[in-house]
């Protein structure tokens, strides 16, 4: 059985992905979250963040300056602790991960680091003993690596090498040639996703992309009205209109210029290929 949460939903602000301003931010809704949830479901909403961890523990791991991203669970001591010698302390596939980096053995060969790291997490979320946090990273995982593929096929890029995971789907559109990547009949939001990666313009993709994450979480949240679930999909809500509340023209120029950069990174681009 699922807690109700009958107080804390029913005070939720009424928010949209276009919505001007916030009465809180993720980092200070979470901070609520823990004071208000039973510990057992607070646990869920960390794993929510466990994205901005893996970011933190690779910059560190690669001696980069970048300042820590502050929605991540674990801070700077404790991840370079765990660096040091894994204490437990983290979640089983960071310590994975960080005794394959150490000893420079790949835990999924051909893929970058990265991957390799958002690969392991999402085998995690796939054992986690709950109903909307494997279906919720599936998800992700699938239209992410749909949508990096359909932008490796557009510029003649190989993606076999960018798409995460081991499951059946994951391969299929590792393999595929058809347009649809032959999962049309098995994914239903995918005749939308080839509509929105036609679209030139970076910044209403994003904003579509994530237009379709916001109806996946209306549609698997519809019938849970005072329950975790519903919390757990207004966090990731959350930080979405946190997201484009922050973003310019500007900046969506440079989301996608990052995208090819780390593509490129990889392989050689097309000589009549030109960045829109």
């Not at 919505?19 to 479901?41: C, N, W």
């Amino acid at each position: 059985m699922k807690r109700n949460y009958y107080y804390l939903v029913a005070g939720l602000q009424d928010i949209t992905l276009d919505i001007h301003k916030l009465s809180m931010g993720q980092v200070e809704f979470r901070q609520e979250l823990k004071t208000a949830l039973h510990p057992k479901d607070y646990k869920l909403t960390e794993i929510l963040f466990y994205p901005f961890d893996n970011s933190n523990l690779l910059n560190l791991l690669n001696k980069s300056d970048l300042d820590l991203d502050p929605r991540g669970n674990f801070d700077q001591a404790l991840l370079e602790e765990n660096i040091k010698e894994t204490t437990g302390e983290l979640p089983s596939y960071m310590d994975k991960f960080i005794i394959a980096f150490k000893e420079d053995e790949p835990v999924i060969a051909g893929l970058s680091h990265e991957n390799q790291l958002t690969a392991l997490f999402y085998r995690y979320t796939q054992n986690l003993k709950d109903d909307f946090l494997p279906e919720w990273f599936r998800f992700n995982r699938d239209l992410n690596n749909l949508l990096t593929a359909m932008i490796c096929r557009k510029y003649d890029i190989p993606h076999e090498n960018q798409i995460i995971g081991d499951d059946e789907t994951s391969d299929t559109i590792r393999k595929s040639h058809a347009r649809d990547f032959g999962l049309s009949a098995e994914i239903p939001w995918l005749d939308d996703l080839l509509n929105i990666a036609k679209n030139d313009d970076v910044q209403e993709r994003e904003k579509a992309i994530d237009q379709l994450r916001w109806k996946y979480l209306e549609e698997v949240t519809f019938f849970e009205y005072f329950t975790i679930d519903k919390i757990l999909a207004f966090t990731l809500k959350l930080g979405m209109v946190e997201r484009w509340l922050a973003i310019d023209h500007e900046h969506g120029s440079k989301m996608f210029k990052e995208l090819l950069q780390e593509l490129k990174s990889s392989y050689k681009l097309p000589e009549t290929f030109t960045e829109k």
